[in-house]
């Protein structure tokens, strides 16, 4: 039986923690919120804000709770030095 060869190794670790916003639509709750305690949240309009230092294995972390809770994703964005947390079509 012949396996499989190892992906190669490029030594490449996983960037930085960067800032994320995460949308998700309708008012998260205190019980809920728990389960993201590395994200600041903000109740904008009819959506919650959730904001934070992420790296990519967090990110996708993050991800997989929110498919999990049965929530409503609606936009992830990473955020630049000159880019805060826009509002909804917001063109910057």
């Known amino acids: 039986m ?3 060869l190892p992906a190669p190794d490029h030594g490449v ?7 994320y ?4 639509n309708g ?3 205190a019980t809920v919120l728990s389960a993201f305690p590395a994200l600041a949240p903000e109740h904008r ?3 919650t804000v ?4 992420l790296d990519r294995s967090a990110l996708f972390g993050v991800l997989a709770e929110i498919e ?14 000159d880019r805060g947390s826009p509002e909804p079509g917001d063109g910057r």
Request: no cysteine; glycine share 14%.
């Open 27 to 29: 008012h998260l709750g």
């Open 45 to 47: 309009g009819a959506h």
């Open 68 to 81: 999990a809770l049965g929530l409503d994703l609606l936009e992830i964005q990473k955020l630049t030095k």
């Open 2 to 4: 012949r396996g499989h």
């Open 50 to 53: 959730l904001t934070g230092l």
């Open 13 to 19: 670790m996983d960037p930085a923690p960067a800032p």
């Open 21 to 24: 916003m995460i949308r998700v």
